[in-house]
């Protein structure tokens, strides 16, 4: 559906994106997640046909992005200003009118669920009300791809809950949706794959599941310690004022440990999830 082909993108020097290959295939949700700086926004942008690469190309089945993509694709932007003194209903209209292929409006509000808030001006939509919004004015022209950018970024738990009902409703209609996102959970709950962004590249891609199997091999055991590296159980590291391990067999940890005369206190064990994985890769959480 999406084809990213040796992707490269410089600004003065700077390399954001640096020869970037990567598929996206008919009716699957893509996350690209990364810290601050990335590239996320830098590629999403290029995808999106808004930012030209420095070199390489984005195709859309197989073509060139052009005005054609355009009437195909819906985006929701990370910011987006919406019209002032007019109400949700007559936005709706306003952003339909300006496609040759429209989505009877009827539908756009039952799969985004603003039925309850048509008549409502703008200047007075709570966050996830806004969100919601943004995600019809993305559907107006019944696209086939989709683009959310953070599309959740702000909002409560409940209200993010909320959001990723009508994603998955998307989904139900055999959409291709690129999500970009702040939040692991967000990712693990919506996406069939998931790349891991740093410095400009895909350092790790695949669905939740094969990217945990190839990264770890048991249960992750972590414990506060501040003490010096000579005393550390093989395989052990140090990071963030506690010691972790990843291992089969939790019972020679714990006697490693004793004999080592390393405290319990605080001590949690755990099953890998991406949190872990995506430290573990960039040496960072995600929000850092």
Same mark, same amino acid.
């Given at each position: ?87 949700? =209903?007559? $936005?709706?209209? @306003? ?9 009877? /409006?009827? *539908?756009? %509000? ?39 950018? =953070?599309? $959740?970024?702000? @909002? ?9 009902? /009508?994603? *998955?409703? %998307? ?57 010096? *590296? ?59």
């Amino acid at each position: 559906m999406l084809h990213a082909e040796n992707l490269t993108k410089r600004f003065s020097g700077l390399v954001a994106v640096q020869d970037l290959n990567f598929d996206i295939i008919p009716g699957e949700i893509l996350a690209i997640i990364g810290p601050n700086g990335a590239g996320k926004t830098t590629t999403i942008e290029m995808m999106e046909g808004i930012l030209s690469p420095t070199s390489g190309s984005a195709l859309f089945k197989g073509n060139p992005i052009d005005r054609r993509f355009r009437e195909k694709v819906g985006i929701q932007f990370q910011h987006t200003a919406l019209p002032e003194f007019i109400t949700v =209903e007559e $936005t709706l209209k @306003l952003f339909s009118s300006l496609y040759h292929h429209r989505r009877p /409006l009827e *539908e756009v %509000i039952e799969i985004s669920s603003l039925r309850d808030i048509l008549t409502q001006d703008n200047r007075k939509l709570s966050g996830g009300q806004r969100q919601r919004l943004l995600l019809a004015i993305a559907l107006v022209n019944d696209p086939e791809f989709v683009f959310l950018d =953070e599309p $959740t970024t702000g @909002l409560d738990p409940q209200a993010r809950r909320n959001f990723w009902n /009508l994603v *998955e409703n %998307i989904k139900a209609e055999n959409k291709t949706v690129l999500l970009t996102t702040h939040y692991m959970e967000e990712a693990e709950v919506l996406c069939d794959d998931i790349a891991i962004m740093d410095h400009g590249d895909i350092i790790a891609r695949g669905s939740p599941a094969e990217l945990l199997n190839q990264h770890f091999d048991g249960v992750i055991v972590r414990v506060p310690y501040d003490g010096p *590296e000579e005393k550390l159980p093989e395989g052990a590291v140090k990071r963030n004022g506690s010691l972790e391990l990843v291992t089969r067999n939790v019972e020679t940890i714990m006697r490693s440990l004793m004999a080592r005369e390393i405290p319990f206190d605080g001590l949690s064990i755990h099953s890998p999830n991406l949190d872990d994985l995506f430290i573990k890769l960039t040496g960072a959480s995600l929000r850092a």
